[in-house]
């Protein structure tokens, strides 16, 4: 009898990038989604490190056949395991070296995401991920080295890969336009969020009295990185107060930047100008079970980011079945939650507009009837992400 055919994800981000968390983590839930059918073809394993906290393998433990922790399983990262690792790549066309030895002891078939690329007759044993392009759109946010990692990375997968996993649409156009003679194969993998029961039976007043937060709030949660956009917020914010009109904008996320340090005290700064202490609230990095409520309690989610692979936030809210007002980039517009509103990602004075017709208009949730709603279609998106990514891992699409 043959063996349930095996995929080992390979555990992302940590506090510094909880988007690559939360990727991997909703792949594992999509999959557990699929009916007992289905899943009974196939095992997960888990590689992770230490960013996987203590909560989030408790939840992802039912789901898992095998964990195994990538400081025990793989080598360290040294000059003699580098050159092994290479002779190994070119001479025997291993496509991940430092994965072989797990991969072998858990009789893996399929691990993803990688960043090596992968040829035949290795092409549907792994499979490299590409969030986005961010480097190539917004340089500035990058130091020279991180852009030449990026570009080395991806042009070797160009010229390498069999096929290349893509976050979006507008992912894969920019993959064919900055390589446009690569025979890869591009594959659209379009996450989405599987909500826990506990979100909805939680009470969002409560985590909003633990903030001293009022009544009624946008909220904006993200990372206090420069692309997040926090000044065409504040730009808004100081163009409704001269016009006699004070919303407020809740902000969570990890408040450092360690592309630019100084990000956080030109945001303050620009509070403390502005005169907008009680109107820009930031809380920092809260649990996520907080940040959940908090965004059931707001009015709508707030997401004025100038770049994204694809919007955590963005499909958190969806699920929830929130309001949102969101920037105009191609990711946000590809991700189109019903009832969103976009502004232009520059236009502080169309952003102004949009969260005065808002402020006037919106009511603190949560409503039910609209959380009722997005559930059933949220179920029906997430088995259909499960089925999409399976069909990913065994290669059923054609060659």
């Known amino acids: 009898m043959n063996h349930p055919f095996r995929i080992g994800l390979i555990y992302q981000g940590g506090r510094n990038w909880i988007g690559g968390s939360m990727y991997v983590k909703n792949i594992i839930l999509a999959l557990a989604s699929l009916p007992d059918q289905v899943k009974s073809t196939f095992d997960i394993c888990l590689l992770y490190n ?13 789901h898992i056949s095998q964990f195994y ?23 025997f066309r291993q496509p ?35 969030p986005d392009f961010q480097h190539k759109y917004l340089p500035h946010l990058f130091s020279e080295a991180e852009i030449e990692r990026r570009d080395r990375e991806h042009s070797a997968i160009a010229r390498h890969s069999t096929r290349v996993v893509l976050s979006s649409k507008a992912a894969e156009s920019d993959f064919k336009k900055f390589f446009p003679t690569s025979q890869t194969r591009t594959e659209v993998l379009q996450f989405r ?19 001293c937060l009022p009544e009624r709030f946008f909220l904006f949660s993200g990372q206090f990185w420069q692309h997040k956009n926090h000044l065409v917020v504040l730009e808004a914010l100081q163009e ?8 407020t904008v809740v902000c969570t996320g990890h408040i450092y930047d360690d592309r630019k340090p100084e990000y956080l005290d030109l945001i303050l700064q620009k509070i403390h100008t502005y005169g907008l202490s009680q109107q820009f609230l930031v809380l920092g990095l809260i649990s996520r079970s907080d940040q959940i409520q908090l965004m059931r309690r707001s009015i709508a989610v707030l997401q004025p980011s100038l770049f994204e692979g694809w919007s955590t936030v963005v499909e958190d809210a969806r699920c929830l079945g929130k309001p949102m007002i969101l920037s105009d980039f191609p990711v946000h517009v590809e991700q189109n939650p019903l009832g969103c509103v976009f502004f232009g990602r520059s236009n502080f004075m169309e952003l102004a507009n949009i969260l005065a017709k808002g402020w006037q208009t919106l009511s603190s949730g949560p409503n039910l009837e609209q959380e009722q709603l997005a559930r059933a279609q949220n179920k029906k998106d997430i088995r259909f992400f499960g089925h999409r990514f399976l069909e990913i891992a065994r290669g059923e699409t054609k060659l």
């Open 96 to 130: 991940n070296p430092p994965f072989n030895p797990v991969m072998k002891k858990g009789k893996i078939d399929f691990l993803y995401p990688t960043s090596a690329p992968t040829r035949e007759p290795f092409a549907l044993r792994s499979c490299p991920w590409i």
């Open 193 to 211: 969020t599987s909500p826990a029961s506990s979100w909805f039976s939680a009470h969002p007043e409560e985590i909003q009295k633990k903030y």
């Open 240 to 247: 409704l107060r001269s016009q006699g009109i004070q919303p």
């Open 50 to 62: 230490d960013a996987l906290d203590a909560a989030t393998r408790q939840e992802l433990e039912p």
């Open 69 to 91: 922790d990538l400081e025990q399983e793989v080598k360290p990262i040294t000059l003699k395991n580098r050159l092994i690792w290479k002779f190994e790549k070119e001479v």
